[in-house]
């Protein structure tokens, strides 16, 4: 017996999921409205020669690569990975990456804008009985993941520092995940760290972890309440834009139940 649970958000338009100029918008055409399409492709024939006049519904998208649930490829983060090797675009990240089992990391206790070190890896595993293994998807469930299309979403969340990052890397995981924004803090607390001594080491500082060991990350995830912490797997594959530094997925957890 086998249970799928859609840890993918609805991509909605205009829905609050992004800052203001990154917003997805969907244009729906019903039935009706492309009557004219579909007779244009065959001369001399009429409305009534379509069951009920309807021709097909489709929808116009204007969105980002990073609108919705997507995988971040190591390009999004710098044009290198692996200290120097040209950084891989979404259409080549190894699809094995995106077929592995799964673990969760519940930080919903922490505060919004937290960024999370080796320490706090090494609790919540210790927690949760587990030891990481090679190839092992890493998601975060955070205080962000109930909030997906309220206003305060895109700055709801902890964050995953550089150094918690790089750990996680060094353990063999090469895809992780996040329910938040982003896999970083939200950037207003980035920035008020920044304001401080304009330590520029702290921008972007999860992601950039990419450049030291090329991996890739699921943003806006969803549902991660409902995963245990251990014995599902994760599939996430990538629609293959080519050369982008994402592609949307249709992510989801499945977890296998003994008869």
């Given at each position: 017996m086998r249970t799928l649970i859609d840890i993918s958000v609805p991509l909605k338009t205009g829905i609050a999921s992004d800052p203001a100029n990154l917003l997805p918008q969907i244009e729906y055409y019903s039935h009706r409205d492309t009557v004219g399409d579909l007779l244009a492709f065959f001369p001399g024939a009429t409305e009534a020669d379509l069951p009920d006049g309807e021709a097909w519904a489709i929808e116009r998208v204007t969105m980002t690569t990073h609108?919705?649930?997507?995988?971040?490829?190591?390009?999004?983060?710098?044009?290198?990975?692996?200290?120097?090797?040209?950084?891989?675009?979404?259409?080549?990240?190894?699809?094995?990456?995106?077929?592995?089992?799964?673990?969760?990391?519940?930080?919903?206790?922490?505060?919004?804008?937290?960024?999370?070190?080796?320490?706090?890896?090494?609790?919540?595993?210790?927690?949760?009985?587990?030891?990481?293994?090679?190839?092992?998807?890493?998601?975060?469930?955070?205080?962000?993941?109930?909030?997906?299309g309220h206003d305060d979403y895109v700055a709801k969340g902890c964050g995953i520092g550089h150094d918690a990052t790089v750990h996680l890397l060094e353990q063999g995981v090469r895809l992780t995940g996040t329910d938040a924004w982003s896999w970083d803090a939200p950037f207003i607390y980035t920035a008020q760290r920044y304001g401080i001594d304009h330590d520029g080491s702290v921008i972007w500082e999860g992601h950039k972890a990419g450049r030291d060991i090329g991996y890739c990350h699921l943003e806006k995830l969803h549902n991660l309440e409902q995963l245990p912490s251990t014995g599902f797997q994760v599939c996430c594959f990538p629609v293959k834009v080519h050369a982008a530094s994402a592609g949307w997925t249709r992510a989801v957890a499945i977890i296998d139940h003994c008869d």
């Amino acid at each position: 017996m086998r249970t799928l649970i859609d840890i993918s958000v609805p991509l909605k338009t205009g829905i609050a999921s992004d800052p203001a100029n990154l917003l997805p918008q969907i244009e729906y055409y019903s039935h009706r409205d492309t009557v004219g399409d579909l007779l244009a492709f065959f001369p001399g024939a009429t409305e009534a020669d379509l069951p009920d006049g309807e021709a097909w519904a489709i929808e116009r998208v204007t969105m980002t690569t990073h609108s919705g649930t997507h995988l971040d490829a190591p390009y999004h983060y710098a044009s290198t990975m692996d200290r120097g090797q040209r950084a891989i675009t979404i259409d080549e990240v190894p699809l094995h990456w995106c077929l592995q089992p799964g673990v969760k990391l519940d930080f919903r206790h922490l505060d919004d804008g937290y960024v999370v070190t080796p320490d706090d890896i090494d609790a919540e595993l210790t927690r949760i009985g587990h030891t990481l293994s090679p190839l092992e998807i890493v998601v975060v469930n955070t205080s962000a993941g109930t909030r997906y299309g309220h206003d305060d979403y895109v700055a709801k969340g902890c964050g995953i520092g550089h150094d918690a990052t790089v750990h996680l890397l060094e353990q063999g995981v090469r895809l992780t995940g996040t329910d938040a924004w982003s896999w970083d803090a939200p950037f207003i607390y980035t920035a008020q760290r920044y304001g401080i001594d304009h330590d520029g080491s702290v921008i972007w500082e999860g992601h950039k972890a990419g450049r030291d060991i090329g991996y890739c990350h699921l943003e806006k995830l969803h549902n991660l309440e409902q995963l245990p912490s251990t014995g599902f797997q994760v599939c996430c594959f990538p629609v293959k834009v080519h050369a982008a530094s994402a592609g949307w997925t249709r992510a989801v957890a499945i977890i296998d139940h003994c008869d």
